[in-house]
């Protein structure tokens, strides 16, 4: 029982940052229908800008947190400036084409920048964990937990109650409408990929004290968020919370209960049944947004 | 303008005659070692240290009257890429000895390809037995194997009062290997085996099989893997709550390195190391030692590295006294010089014994295991 | 006349090569190159003439040497219920047709199953179809020796009328092998993209409503392309496994199916050369830029370049060229005077 609870808030934490990621991602594919392969790597830009803005900066924890996801919005608001915005008319793989050059180019910049030689990031958290009750969490990850539902509700709240997320559930809707509306649908395109990796970098600089900073740490973190954006539909930002929570606990039991190898299988197992059953994901309202 | 391109292409065949007769000049050995993936750290301290033994003998002249040049090749901690970069070392490069590949799933893939080309390998850190039980007469080691590892270990392991041991190791033929070997001496020892748990090399979440590590009944975790994969492990087990008797094996802990990334999670934990940098004195050559941090530390290396990168420096050492041996730098002589040899290294008599099917032996040095201590956030030689 | 010529000169090109290309390494590099450019043109057949972006392509690769392999090498393994599944080893040989009907097979599910969704969703499922393969090849250690990789791989033994059992340990033998077994694939798939059936595939890139109304069968199309597509693949999995003697679960990254995917697109997807072109580009790319740029580099310059090149030449290299060639061939049209002209 107290292990199956120690799996219960493992699964709990890591799916507050998975829920970061898949909305993220949900938002870029929904709104731009764009296959964001450079999703994964905003998550690995988040991890490595806290680490250099810590070691090599000075830069306090927290703060290194606020600067590493406003880094990523501006990296993110950057590519889709310079690679996107010329590529409009393109067809969906001219666009997916681009974002896996630019993902190469992004990871083994960071390869040749930081090396091969995986980095630890310093917490200002004590290493002893808090014991509530049978279970045991550090502070680390109670920390993660906090911001990353900060994050969640934040950006709910920037979708449902600002004039941004109103632009941005019309241009989801109907582009054509929405600019005839007055919406600058440029300027959300860009706002939307901005957002989006804003949130992938704050999952990277969550978890990369968590873990480790490794250069190909993003490749897994892309294919997740895509299992999350299935799973919850596309463009359905509860959809994308409710599966990064859903892949979370899937991953934790069935590596503590099935079997440790295939833990990473685990959301692309989910993949390919809800393709094959339900391809428009698990929650009814698929095709909006909010 | 035909004087021109005259004038620079003769200059082009000068320079390229230049450079092939100064190529000429340099013995060369080739070093494939994981530059990047998982054990990127480890392969990393093994070639700089390489490169300070090839400096060091450089600078007293190198071997056989020519400087002595190593070709470096990433192996990626990945097989097959090692097999790939071990045939270029040996087809493109020519060069007539190799050392590596680290990990002891990337030199059993390198050995088929020295078979093939006929080329000796200097093997510095693989622990699998399999290396030299597999009849193949081109591999010389100088690291322990687990078995010898576990040998080593069974002189103590009375004084650590275990009476259940569970296994935590990396799911490949080291990690496995050691299960196996440090699981036969428990049973004659009359420790009690519990689970063995893998974890992929390249796995960053082990709070799964940690998780199970709580309920069982064991009081010893052995734990092999390399240092940033424990790194890992320990801070995942602190934040479980995790309290057991942790032991790791193989070498490759660079306990300063776990002090300083895992912090206060790794007081208490036992390891067993194949070098002891801190206590110099306990070494078989102090003044060799002292020699070797003071040069690590001046090219500004961190000290944690110190307890991988000797296997690289003992590595080209005993390799260039071989070649000095042969006499000359050709693959079948420094092969048979390898028998020859009887030097110290940093961590023990580099004397090459016959193991493996009759014909074929592969050669094995008998290095010392040391057991090391993490207290208070430093290394200790701990009193049993 | 000058589409007739072509492809017969770059075949006789093809056989010289160990003429004059010495070096083992380069031909080693050639040899590599060549086996994936059979990929790459089994992948041009699904990503090209389908319009069907199959990102997973490398898992049929993987798969066609994991099988291929494991035949030669034979296993043994334990399967749900206690009964022991034992193989023993075939000569090598055997495995390249085993691996092209076992990718194939693989081919028709994955095809049955994933023409379900389209466009972005099924690059998805295609990506993890593949990391699943992986996941699969790492754990299942009883059959595929996990990360220990599967080692001593034999090479291929041709039975030669007077010569007995060849075995392909030369590499200029190989070369040769490879080089037919890509002229046979380069053939096949001339034939079907030249055919009712290739006609259809690309009616169904083009405007998929429009050709299920004029009563094409779109997801049988869809389907054959794809087992063709994997069959290919998995016959260059088993000229891999043969060859390099080593396959471990690293072969299902997804950097390979990347690799792929740029020489397909950067040489012109939709077209017989264009694989042949990228593949060859980037095949001896890095041997020429392994000297002074390391690894990380020359993957930043392998990214640029396919960026640029989405950019610059959209179609890919080969389309490009052959406008250029059009263009020069319609200039002169112009230029020549009009025999039917009446004059005045």
Request: glycine share 10%; hydrophobic share 50%.
């Amino acid at each position: 029982m107290q292990e199956l609870l120690q799996h219960l808030i493992n699964a709990l934490i890591l799916g507050s940052t998975y829920a970061l990621l898949g909305i993220g991602l949900t938002l870029i594919f929904g709104i731009m229908r764009v296959v964001n392969f450079t999703h994964g790597e905003l998550y690995a830009f988040g991890a490595y800008a806290i680490f250099f803005l810590e070691s090599s900066l000075g830069v306090n924890f927290f703060a290194a947190i606020v600067i590493a996801v406003v880094a990523g919005c501006a990296l993110g608001a950057l590519i889709e400036y310079v690679l996107l915005r010329p590529l409009q008319t393109a067809d969906i793989d001219t666009t997916m084409l681009v974002m896996i050059g630019a993902w190469i180019v992004m990871q083994n910049t960071e390869l040749l920048y930081w090396g091969g030689v995986s980095k630890a990031v310093p917490t200002p958290f004590p290493e002893e964990p808090l014991q509530l009750g049978p279970v045991f969490v550090s502070w680390l990850r109670i920390f993660v937990l906090i911001v990353g539902t900060a994050l969640i509700i934040g950006t709910y709240l920037l979708i449902d109650h600002t004039k941004l997320g109103k632009a941005m559930r019309a241009t989801f809707q109907d582009p054509a409408t929405a600019a005839l509306m007055g919406v600058n649908i440029k300027g959300i395109y860009t706002a939307t990929f901005a957002l989006g990796s804003g949130l992938a970098a704050a999952a990277g600089a969550l978890l990369g004290p968590v873990f480790l900073v490794t250069p190909t740490m993003g490749d897994l973190a892309s294919l997740k968020a895509f299992a999350i954006v299935i799973l919850g539909g596309l463009g359905n930002i509860t959809g994308a919370t409710l599966g990064g929570f859903i892949l979370a606990f899937v991953e934790e039991l069935g590596a503590g209960y099935i079997s440790s190898g295939y833990r990473d299988a685990m959301g692309f197992l989910i993949i390919i049944v809800v393709m094959l059953f339900r391809p428009t994901g698990l929650f009814r309202q698929a095709e909006r947004i909010g | 303008m035909k004087q021109i391109a005259t004038l620079a292409l003769a200059g082009l065949l000068a320079g390229g005659a230049f450079s092939a007769a100064t190529a000429q000049e340099t013995i060369k050995i080739g070093v494939l070692e994981p530059l990047t993936g998982p054990f990127a750290a480890s392969g990393t301290y093994v070639m700089n240290g390489a490169k300070i033994a090839a400096d060091q003998i450089n600078a007293k002249g190198g071997v056989l009257g020519k400087k002595l040049e190593l070709i470096i090749e990433d192996n990626k901690s990945n097989p097959t890429e090692a097999a790939s970069v071990a045939e270029k070392l040996m087809v493109r490069d020519k060069v007539p000895v190799l050392m590596g590949a680290w990990g002891s799933s990337l030199t059993l893939a390198v050995m088929p390809k020295l078979m093939e080309y006929k080329v000796p390998m200097l093997v510095e850190t693989s622990s699998s037995g399999k290396i030299t039980t597999s009849g193949n007469p081109y591999i010389f080691r100088i690291s322990p194997p687990s078995a010898i590892e576990a040998v080593a270990f069974a002189k103590i392991v009375d004084k650590l009062h275990i009476k259940k041991a569970d296994f935590l190791v990396i799911n490949n033929d080291w990690g496995l290997g050691t299960a196996q070997d440090f699981g036969k001496m428990f049973q004659e020892h009359g420790i009690k085996v519990g689970m063995v748990e893998r974890m992929d090399q390249a796995a960053q979440d082990m709070s799964a099989q940690l998780s199970k590590f709580k309920s069982s009944d064991a009081d010893t975790l052995i734990i092999t893997s390399a240092v940033e994969q424990l790194t890992l492990v320990f801070k995942q087990a602190a934040a479980l709550g995790l309290k057991k008797q942790f032991i790791t094996t193989g070498g490759s802990q660079n306990p300063d390195q776990l002090i300083d990334q895992a912090g206060t999670a790794v007081n208490g934990t036992m390891h067993l190391t194949t070098f002891a940098p801190w206590v110099p004195e306990v070494t078989p050559d102090p003044e060799a030692t002292k020699w070797f941090i003071g040069e690590w530390k001046k090219r500004g290396f961190h000290f944690a590295g110190v307890t991988e990168s000797f296997r690289g420096y003992d590595g080209i050492r005993t390799i260039a006294a071989a070649i000095e041996k042969a006499g000359k730098a050709e693959p079948e002589a420094i092969r048979a010089a390898m028998w020859q040899l009887d030097i110290t290294g940093l961590n023990g008599k580099i004397k090459f014994t016959k193991q493996g099917p009759a014909g074929k032996e592969s050669g094995q040095s008998i290095p010392t295991v040391y057991l090391i201590k993490i207290e208070d956030g430093k290394v200790v030689v701990p009193k049993l | 006349m000058t589409t007739r010529i072509a492809p017969l000169a770059w075949l006789v090109l093809l056989f010289t090569v160990p003429l004059w290309l010495r070096d083992p390494y380069y031909l080693h590099v050639a040899i590599t190159t060549a086996i994936f450019i059979i990929a790459a043109m089994s992948l041009n057949l699904l990503l090209g003439y389908t319009g069907q972006l199959s990102l997973g392509h490398v898992a049929f690769f993987g798969i066609g040497a994991y099988a291929s392999a494991l035949t030669t090498l034979g296993f043994e393994i334990t399967l749900p219920g206690g009964w022991q599944l034992t193989h023993e080893p075939w000569p090598p040989i055997v495995g390249f047709p085993i691996s092209v009907i076992v990718a194939g097979l693989c081919g028709y599910v994955i095809g049955k199953l994933s023409f379900k969704v389209r466009g972005a969703y099924f690059v998805i499922v295609t990506i993890s179809f593949a990391e699943v393969t992986r996941l699969v090849a790492l754990n299942w250690v009883e059959l595929t020796q996990g990360p220990l990789a599967l080692n001593n791989i034999p090479p291929y033994g041709i039975w030669l009328p007077g010569l007995g059992v060849y075995d392909f340990w030369d590499k200029t033998a190989y070369f040769y092998l490879v080089a037919v077994v890509a002229a046979v694939s380069y053939l096949i798939i001339r034939r079907l993209v030249n055919s009712r059936v290739g006609r259809a595939m690309v009616a169904l890139k083009d405007n998929e409503s429009l050709a299920v109304s004029v009563g094409i069968d779109v997801t049988h199309y869809l389907v054959l392309a794809a087992v063709v597509s994997a069959a290919m693949a998995g016959a260059a999995g088993s000229l891999y496994a043969h060859y390099v003697k080593i396959i471990d679960p690293d072969i299902f990254l997804f950097i390979y199916t990347v690799t792929m995917v740029i020489m397909v697109i950067t040489g012109g997807k939709g077209t017989l050369a264009g694989p042949i072109v990228g593949g060859i580009i980037f095949g001896f790319l890095p041997v020429i830029l392994r000297s002074f740029a390391s690894p990380a580099v020359q993957w930043i310059i392998y990214g640029a370049l396919m960026i640029i090149i989405v950019f610059v030449l959209p179609q890919g290299i080969v389309p490009a060229v052959e406008r250029f060639f059009e263009r020069r061939r319609a200039r002169a049209a112009a230029a020549a005077p009009n025999p039917d002209a009446v004059e005045r």
